[in-house]
């Protein structure tokens, strides 16, 4: 019994010598070239999954799940929920005056193709783990205005504002789907209106769910939605889902410090197809200022232009990104 357990002492002690050496390797690897935002215990933990080669980078979205983890669930901090950006936006389409005109029939409407538009959009952490210790609990707004800045004439008026109120489940996930992984689903309610009154009353109610993908540098939302039926006398927008259609998505690519994005929105009708493409470029310029670049073009720019083809091209700053 003696020779065999000396037997596998001998055998053992270079294993575990060498293990020891790759781990020491590893972790002396990982922590000359790893992001700040990465622990040492979970530099270990990718050290032993990965046979002594550390991976060096956390996603952009796991990366902003422990901002907001940190930083977040502080007495009802805000935090930033979608782009907030200011842009000097051209519309080469022609202006939509039909819905001024019907409003006010009596006063000559002139709306330049240049306008500033910008949109604030912040989110607050509410509760975790809600239902025995899974999904948290979000509210959250977005304003998104487009100023006729130099509209002398009108005295520079806001042409149209719109304002979106929302609450939602979050639910960290971990399952792939046809070569992606699904991190997060979350679900949710959500109001958006101009605030007017009369013709120029546009407002509707969703619930929806969001998918967020992830794959390497690429993020996916795939966010399909039901309206909530109004009632006809008080729907100023009955046909919006044949313009918005019923789903909404969202791609997103980072590179090193440049970050590509994309929206597709379809009604998927032969008849009358519509539906919206908008591109978005942010890039460093200097410390934490970022160029923004995007281009939109299809319906539903704003609630005002929902069955309004808009083609607008945009350059300004962005103050947050997706992610």
């Not at 971990?174 to 605030?195: A, E, K, P, Y």
Request: proline share 4%; net charge negative; with cysteine.
């Amino acid at each position: 019994m003696k020779i065999l357990f000396s037997l596998l002492i001998l055998t053992c002690t270079p294993l575990f010598a060498n293990s020891i050496h790759d781990m020491h390797a590893c972790l002396t690897k990982a922590i000359s070239t790893a992001d700040d935002s990465l622990t040492i215990g979970e530099l270990k933990q990718q050290c032993q999954a990965d046979n002594g080669e550390p991976v060096t980078h956390r996603s952009a979205l796991k990366q902003r799940q422990l901002f907001e983890k940190k930083a977040g669930w502080n007495a009802f901090s805000l935090l930033p929920h979608k782009p907030n950006y200011i842009i000097l936006s051209y519309n080469i389409s022609e202006p939509n005056l039909e819905p001024f005109e019907e409003a006010f029939p009596t006063t000559n409407t002139d709306l330049q193709h240049l306008e500033t538009k910008f949109q604030f959009s912040m989110k607050v952490p509410l509760f975790q783990g809600v239902f025995k210790g899974y999904g948290d609990l979000y509210a959250g707004y977005t304003n998104r205005s487009f100023w006729q800045q130099f509209n002398k004439t009108h005295s520079s008026p806001f042409r149209e504002t719109n304002h979106e109120a929302e609450s939602w489940l979050s639910f960290n996930t971990d399952f792939n789907v046809v070569g992606l992984h699904n991190s997060v689903i979350r679900t949710g309610f959500t109001h958006q209106s101009n605030g007017r009154s009369g013709p120029l009353s546009r407002s509707w109610n969703r619930v929806y769910a969001d998918f967020i993908l992830e794959r390497g540098d690429v993020y996916l939302s795939f966010k399909p939605w039901l309206r909530i039926p109004e009632n006809s006398n008080d729907d100023d927008n009955h046909d919006i889902e044949d313009f918005l259609g019923y789903f909404e998505l969202r791609g997103l690519y980072k590179k090193q410090q440049h970050s590509f994005d994309f929206m597709f929105r379809n009604n998927f009708k032969s008849s009358s197809n519509r539906g919206a493409i908008e591109l978005g470029w942010s890039f460093p310029i200097r410390n934490k200022v970022r160029g923004y670049l995007q281009w939109f073009n299809g319906y539903g720019e704003s609630m005002l232009d929902y069955d309004n083809h808009t083609n607008s091209i945009g350059f300004g700053i962005q103050l947050s990104d997706w992610l």
